[in-house]
């Protein structure tokens, strides 16, 4: 059973994300906070294995809010996993949370659905961002300047040639199981690939792993610049 922890100012947001998330098999919502202040609190008390913080929170809360979750991390302890949502449509919102430690951006706009994927997701490890943002990362990777998120210290060399496939399929945008067509290999096996490829490269989200394909000269931008396209989610 996976546990969250649920942070927004406002009433009804947080009745419509219990509602939504108590429903799902397999979640169950242990607390409910108002403030960053009492996010970071209720967090040392209840360890969830999720930190949901609702749109409600203003930006600069919510990315101090991440900030003194990464840390409460205890030594031998798990880092906190938090899943923000926004209502901002600014990519240095997006950037500011990343870098002080969320594992997943994603609009508030977001479908019910696509939520408790998003949950799901950030539980097991990974990290989410909507594609507009993934897209908007790609396109700052390739023509800068780019965000300022740490560059995996890790070397291309270590990855395996299949590896490096799958690596370079994820800098081009694709999700798992366009990367699984693609190389004509299961998607769970594609999931272990990008989880060895993070571990290898000393990277703990995909964002970070295709920063380091493009500055690892891995994959190259197009001769002629162009924007961002749409594209599609990790699942």
Do not use: W
């Not at 890790?154 to 990367?179: F, K, Y």
């Amino acid at each position: 059973m996976i546990t969250v922890l649920l942070a927004d100012p406002h009433t009804l947001h947080r009745l419509g994300l219990r509602t939504h998330l108590g429903s799902c098999h397999g979640l169950t919502v242990v607390g409910e906070a108002t403030t960053g202040a009492e996010t970071v609190r209720l967090h040392e008390r209840l360890r969830p294995d999720v930190v949901l913080l609702g749109s409600g929170l203003p930006a600069t809360g919510a990315t101090t809010t991440v900030r003194r979750l990464r840390q409460t991390r205890t030594p031998g302890s798990a880092a906190p996993r938090v899943l923000v949502l926004s209502s901002a449509h600014r990519d240095e919102h997006a950037y500011d949370v990343l870098r002080a430690g969320a594992d997943g951006f994603l609009p508030a706009t977001i479908t019910p659905d696509d939520l408790i994927a998003a949950v799901f997701t950030v539980a097991a490890g990974d990290a989410v961002v909507s594609p507009r943002l993934a897209g908007a990362l790609i396109h700052a990777v390739r023509y800068g300047p780019r965000p300022e998120i740490p560059l995996p210290s890790g070397r291309l060399e270590d990855l395996t040639e299949r590896e490096r496939d799958v690596l370079a399929a994820l800098a081009a945008g694709r999700s798992n199981a366009e990367i699984a067509a693609r190389l004509s290999i299961a998607t769970t096996t594609v999931k272990s690939h990008v989880g060895s490829i993070l571990t290898k490269i000393g990277a703990r989200a995909r964002v970070q792993a295709v920063i380091f394909a493009y500055e690892s000269g891995l994959v190259r931008p197009p001769l002629t610049p162009a924007g961002p396209r749409d594209i599609s989610g990790s699942r």
